[in-house]
């Protein structure tokens, strides 16, 4: 059935809605009830604004190909929560147990968009992971983009009615014709560039304004924008900070860059190969766990920190598992850069790979090493993690610890 024609069976509000949110009358469409209940709330121009952006979102489905139904629902429902007002937002966020942050706390406005995704799932029952997404961080963005992220984003800003259209707009239009990203951009330097311009800088919009320089990056390193061929391993790598729960529930494997100060380490294999840190998981063992007893396998160091910036989407061909306990055949491999403490010998595990040799290099010298030996994949892959830890550096730090990437944190500081 078609989402756009889908009917709630019950829609239960709960009691501190009922003054915002009417009653829902049997059979009736999604679109007609959010229409009363912005004229329930006097917010006609609300609901004209939705149609809009559900219209622009629908049109940049089709350019972009992304589902749609789900732009068009995305539209019509980003915001539905507006009909509350900004005094209660917080109340109710903290209520209903959203992760909010001080900058909504200081400008309850914000938590529209997280309010929004809330009634959409728990009021009206949509349970569609990429649309409640998109609704959620349609006015700041965030860590872990998606397609319809952006394009909800973006359909919004190019809704605006004409009297409250910034100057920037039509500069984002315009990229809009060619890329969603570069969209985002014109808005993120206009907001972002000049300091005062916002009341409040919401962490996730500067853990998106990173998240696409680095794509941008990453487009520019040709072996790891590329599929990579891991033997019967086909592999894709994303620029993230964030997995998703159901991504979490696909890893693994953990690799990283690791790093002594501002140089980095590599390991060698007893047959000459310079290989990547890291390894495949063991049953029932964290990730972060995995990482520590591979630093301690391989270069025969502790762990300090770690700092997601990508993972791999792979598929395998194999007809079965490479081990039996791990995803098959999609699985992912997070990708993070993080200090070490080289205190030791590698243990090297009669079952493991054997290192020989553990050495602490410039990047350009890790770049040189990979390459020679026919590794663009890893020289790039050295490459990404470095920029990240660059990034990192330059005063992009977050306040939030998730959109930081920070997964690990021991006892000793960088």
Known sequence: ?????????????????????????????????????????????????SQAVAEQAQHLARQYGANEELSILAGWLHDLSTVIPDTEKWTLACQYGLATVEAERQVPFLLHQRLS??????VLGYKQWELLHAIECHTTLRGDLELLDKLLFVADKLSWAD????????????????????????????MLGEPGKLAVIHPWLEAARYILAAEEYWRSLPALAAPIHWGPVTAHFQPRRILRPDQQALVSNVSIVPMVGDQLVMIRLTDGRWELPGG?????????????????????????????????????????????????PHFIRMAGYGQVKLDGKPLNPADGEQIETVDIVTIEQ?????RSTGRDDLADFYRMGYYAWQQSQSGEAFTDTEETGLLYSGSENE
């Not at 964290?286 to 770690?306: H, I, K, S, W």
């Not at 890790?366 to 990979?370: G, L, N, P």
């Open 117 to 122: 995704a809330w009634i959409a799932q728990h």
């Open 366 to 370: 890790a770049e040189q090493r990979f």
């Open 163 to 190: 009297s409250d259209a910034a100057p920037y707009i039509a500069a984002m239009r315009k990229e809009a014709e060619v890329s969603l990203e570069q969209a985002i951009h014109v808005y993120i330097e206009a």
């Open 280 to 328: 495949t998981l063991e049953p029932q063992e964290a990730p972060m766990d995995g990482l520590q007893r591979e630093v301690a396998e391989e270069m025969g160091g502790t762990l300090l920190n770690y700092h997601l910036f990508g993972y791999f989407a792979c598929e395998s061909s194999a007809p079965i598992a490479y081990r039996p306990h791990i995803p098959h």
């Open 1 to 49: 059935m078609s989402l756009l024609v889908w009917k709630p069976n019950q829609v239960i509000i709960p009691d501190e809605l009922k003054a915002y949110l009417p009653v829902y009358e049997a059979g009736e469409a999604i679109h007609t009830y959010i229409e009363r209940a912005f004229d329930h709330n006097g917010q006609r121009d609300t609901w004209l604004h």
